[in-house]
């Protein structure tokens, strides 16, 4: 056991080394970092909100509207089907929160119609839970050629959990094009989602920024009547009224039917408009949206048309030429913070329903500071006072096991650098018990090693049976505490996942230091003093 050929030498002491070297950077500020030569590391442990202060959201999906949605689609549907197929109804309507109602005028052609109808009923949406499909609409053919479709339960459930994730998905494009480090961003429970940005001490503007639907769609203008008399009275078929974002608000009567939405834009962003210097927001269509944009403004030229985002009128340009190119620019008297906002919207795409906002927290870095201080401070006299106590029970072995402590700790850090782990509090305290677990190990093996001494058996003896006999102990604690580990892993989240993760590096480096590195600094001991009593 305390024999080492000279590459298991090298080999761990080149492990001790890059641990060192990895936590390097951590030490120099990112302009220091980005002059070093390519193959030097630069990654640097992350701090977590309750360190370095930041922002915190939690946020409900609106179940109610994306509901609302599928059933105005489904409507929709019918209404498609029947108009295709140039058969008759009326009553055409939505009931309650999950049913669509149809009346056939003529009798003779309710079977085709039911046929037609197949394929509403017929549609299965994918389950991402199961991996298998579920049925999305039911439909039943009463007396007198009405039909009724209902949302199925199962369906609602898996629109459900696709809007979530979509939402998951959209949220974090959406921070990521803000520059931040790390953003914590999951789900909790079945329609929440928590957001954590460190290091962001503007809430108000990540609340804007995510808060936003986002929903982007082009419309004309219908001038059959003005927009005052539509809202006072009655707008006409197929327009309605909305109000542009201009202080005061002014109304617009808009057709209800798109002309091009936002899921056609390709990319956007934020730049200035050579005529008016003013910020505006640039857009360019994919192949469908450029087609269908170019068609509609060249049978419009003369007309105003709206584009809306979340039922507001940003602008409502005049079409002076027809616009074939696939691109434009958007301009709304913004300024550079909201062109360049309103363009990381329109790049993220648009959330699939509502957020509220049930809870908002923002962390100062003062009170980071102060935790990080505390969670220092905590740590060094944890990590003195245990040095005290082994050089203090076991002498020179003490000191041995200060050395692979030492090392531990530098790995542990190591290692988190390179995975640009977020620590945080609770990291903190799970460091702190990695130093615990270490000395621990250490523990064993030399108490091993006393007992052989009082058996009688020679120093290297001892020392050889009291390595390889405390080896099975170790890996005992050690095995049972990475398994709670794991479960604190799978099954937590935030700042409990955050001390799972080091806990569970820390058992790894633990078990290499105790056992390896303290044995090879024994070994090489051994070999430089041939002892005849081991001074523990």
């Not at 199962?154 to 959406?174: C, L, N, P, Y």
């Not at 936003?212 to 927009?227: E, I, N, W, Y």
């Not at 106590?389 to 041995?400: A, D, K, Q, T």
């Not at 990695?434 to 052989?452: K, P, Q, Y």
């Amino acid at each position: 056991m305390l024999h080492f050929s000279r590459w298991k030498t090298a080999l761990v002491f080149g492990i001790c080394l890059i641990g060192i070297a990895l936590i390097l950077p951590n030490f120099m500020n990112r302009e220091t970092l980005d002059r070093m030569p390519g193959w030097f590391p630069a990654n640097q442990i992350v701090l977590g909100l309750d360190l370095q202060g930041g922002s915190h959201l939690l946020l409900q999906v609106d179940t109610d509207a994306v509901v609302a949605e599928r059933l105005e689609s489904l409507r929709d549907d019918v209404r498609d089907i029947l108009r295709e197929g140039r058969i008759g109804f009326t009553g055409l309507r939505t009931s309650g929160d999950r049913e669509v109602h149809v009346q056939i005028r003529e009798s003779d052609r309710v079977s085709e119609a039911e046929t037609r109808f197949r394929e509403l009923s017929d549609l299965n949406a994918t389950s991402l839970l199961t991996g298998g499909t579920v049925r999305d609409v039911s439909m039943e053919a009463a007396d007198g050629g009405r039909f009724v479709f209902t949302l199925t339960e199962d369906g609602i459930d898996q629109r459900i959990v696709s809007a979530v994730e979509q939402s998951i998905e959209i949220v974090r494009r959406r921070i990521d094009e803000l520059g931040t480090t790390e953003p914590t961003i999951q789900r909790e429970g079945a329609e929440r989602i928590i957001v954590q940005v460190p290091g962001l001490q503007d809430p108000q503007r990540l609340k804007d920024l995510i808060g936003q639907t986002a929903k982007l769609s082009f419309h004309m203008v219908d001038l059959s009547m003005p927009a005052q008399q539509a809202i006072e009275t009655r707008p006409p078929q197929g327009a309605r009224a909305l109000f542009s974002i201009d202080d005061p608000p002014i109304p617009y009567l808009i057709e209800r039917r798109a002309l091009v939405s936002g899921e056609n834009l390709t990319d956007a962003q934020p730049g200035f408009d050579p005529r008016t210097n003013e910020p505006v927001v640039t857009f360019r269509f994919d192949a469908t949206g450029a087609r269908r944009f170019g068609t509609a403004t060249q049978q419009n030229v003369g007309r105003p048309f709206a584009i809306v985002l979340d039922d507001q009128i940003i602008s409502a340009p005049v079409i002076r030429e027809p616009i074939l190119g696939g691109s434009g620019q958007i301009s709304g008297n913004f300024t550079v913070e909201e062109a360049n906002d309103l363009a990381i919207l329109l790049r993220a795409g648009a959330l699939p329903a509502p957020l509220t906002i049930l809870e908002e927290r923002t962390v100062g870095p003062s009170l980071g500071a102060d935790s990080v201080s505390a969670g220092t401070q905590a740590g060094i006299i944890a990590l003195v006072a245990v040095l005290i106590y082994m050089i203090l029970s076991y002498g020179l072995f003490g000191v041995i096991s200060a050395l692979a402590l030492g090392a531990n700790i530098a790995l542990l850090f190591g290692i988190l650098s390179a995975l640009q782990a977020t620590l945080t509090l609770p990291g903190i305290a799970g460091i702190v018990l990695t130093v615990g677990m270490a000395v621990d190990a250490n523990v064993l093996i030399f108490e091993r090693i006393r007992e052989e001494i009082r058996s009688g058996k020679s120093a290297i003896a001892s020392l050889d049976a009291g390595f390889s006999r405390a080896l099975s102990t170790i890996l005992d604690a050690n095995i049972t505490t990475f398994i709670a580990a794991a479960i604190l892993f799978f099954l937590g989240s935030g700042p409990i996942r955050g001390f799972a993760i080091t806990l569970a590096i820390g058992i790894g480096t633990t078990i290499f230091t105790a056992f390896t590195l303290t044995r090879l600094i024994v070994a090489i001991w051994v070999r430089t003093r041939r002892p005849s009593t081991v001074p523990i």
